[in-house]
Nanobody
Framework: QVQLVESGGGLVQPGGSLRLSCAAS???????????MGWYRQAPGKERELVASITSGGSTNYIDSVKGRFTISRDNAKNTVDLQMNSLKPEDTGVYYC?????????WGQGTQVTVSS
């Protein structure tokens, strides 16, 4: 069983920064360490999309619109994955979720709302 808890969202002006954190409570030993993790975003009226990912070994990947602005990182000892977001734009607005890759767990967390607006 897995429980994902996202935090760190909020209202920020364009150009600002936020750091999101995801804590995974997992009962199966090492399942977090052995899997990739990703941050997903669901903008109003749009489908959920993967914006950043990190493999079990620490390799990262980003969609083009966030490259150079977002940084994903993980702490396997704490079962956490973070997303540092800089130079935020209004189009970054949405609910942000974390989950496993390549196949997400069925139970998503509640997400954390990010609103970029002046």
């Amino acid at each position: 069983q897995v429980q994902l808890v996202e935090s760190g969202g909020g209202l920020v002006q364009p150009g600002g920064s936020l750091r999101l954190s995801c804590a995974a409570s997992i009962t199966i030993l090492n399942i977090f360490n052995n899997n990739g993790m990703g941050w997903y975003r669901q903008a109003p009226g749009k489908e959920r999309e993967l914006v950043a990912s990190i493999t079990s070994g620490g390799s990262t990947n980003y969609i083009d619109s966030v490259k150079g602005r977002f940084t994903i990182s993980r702490d396997n000892a704490k079962n956490t994955v973070d997303l540092q977001m800089n130079s935020l734009k209004p189009e970054d607005t949405g609910v942000y979720y974390c989950n496993k890759l390549p196949l997400p767990w069925a139970d998503w967390g509640q997400g954390t709302q990010v609103t970029v607006s002046s």
